[in-house]
């Protein structure tokens, strides 16, 4: 699994591009030149992160817009079959799926990312998510578990994929939710390993199932240079945890970046986008999912909670700012341990490539990448 979880390279902080799959990206803004998703744009964003020695791609597992102005989110490829795309599109770049547990069958799940995953030859993850958005079950007519229970049953699910990509012959498998007779799944992922699974649960059961199951563990908040010794702290918590269930893990973060050739202009665009033009009515969809309404909590508290979703990027650190800036910020957080992140731009194929131009070269002087 080194090879995979290093992503086969050097590089000591992965980059990433998260949420390419979902129109408007991470940034719920009405500004025009906002993402689009289509599938021409990011097969071409693929190709040039894959040829710019960029490490991943993250997409979101959603299934119905947030609404507002833009409908966020309205227009989402669906992840399994996005990756399989752009893995057959790319040479180096790991593409992850990611999956509703209860959504999919496991056996099912199982099989198409051994197929990725042999289309990619080994370049495929999986990210593993229960569902906290209530009108997207709905829609599906699937009833949502009671929190916890969600990840009882995420258990069972994971067990039997991990099953199905090792087990030599046929299996049964009896849980409380699950009940296989007979399954069989070959063939089985490429190389003889098996694909990096991750998973971003926030909740406290949502971390013990990523340490007891997953290779990396994302948390939306990493923080900034002002708190290298908190995440330093953080991280080196989250794998004592993980050691203490006889496994190592590693911490991904995730964060959105603005970067121009002067701070009042990265500053100026991040406002403009962010705040000034933010969609705030997708916005308040989005916390109505979570149940979080002027009518649930006090106007003071729902004001800052929009406010904080607004300015990052519906959960994330915005890196804002010049090339030396942005770069020296995540050189921070990979000194404080973690592996990698995964950046949203508000139009990536328009700001990848100054990124990579600038900001990569950057990170290999500063030690954390290397050159391609
Ligand atoms: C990096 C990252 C990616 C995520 N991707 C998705 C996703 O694609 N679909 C989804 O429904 N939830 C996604 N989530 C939400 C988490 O899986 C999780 O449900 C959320 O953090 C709440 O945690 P809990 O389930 O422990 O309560 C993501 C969260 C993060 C930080």
Redesign the pocket.
Known sequence: MHDRIAMYNGNALKIGL?GANCSSGRCATTVPERWSASWPDCLKLAQLADQAGLDFM?????WKGYGGTTDFHGHSLE?ITWAVGLLAATERLTVFG?V?APLFHPLIAAKEFVTADHIGEGRVGV???????EG?FDMFGVRQRE?DA??DYAQEWIDVVKQAWSCDGTFDYDGQFLKLTGARAYPKPFGGTRPLL??????????A?ALKNCDAF???TAGSRTSLAGNATKVAEIKAAARAFGRDIEV???GQVICRPTQQEADDYYRHVNIDNADWAAIDGMLANKSITPQTIPPDEYDNKRRYFAANAI??YPFVGTPDRVAEELAVISQAGVLGI?VSFVNYLAEVPYFCAEVLPRLERAGVRVKM
Do not use: C, D, K
Request: hydrophobic share 40%; charged share 10%.
């Open positions: 998260f993250l997409p979101i597992a959603r992840t990611t509703h990210n593993i998510v229960v569902g906290w958005n997207e929190h969600r990840y991750m998973n971003a649960g926030s909740s406290e059961v949502g971390q199932f994302f948390v939306a991904f973060t995730v959960g994330g995964g």
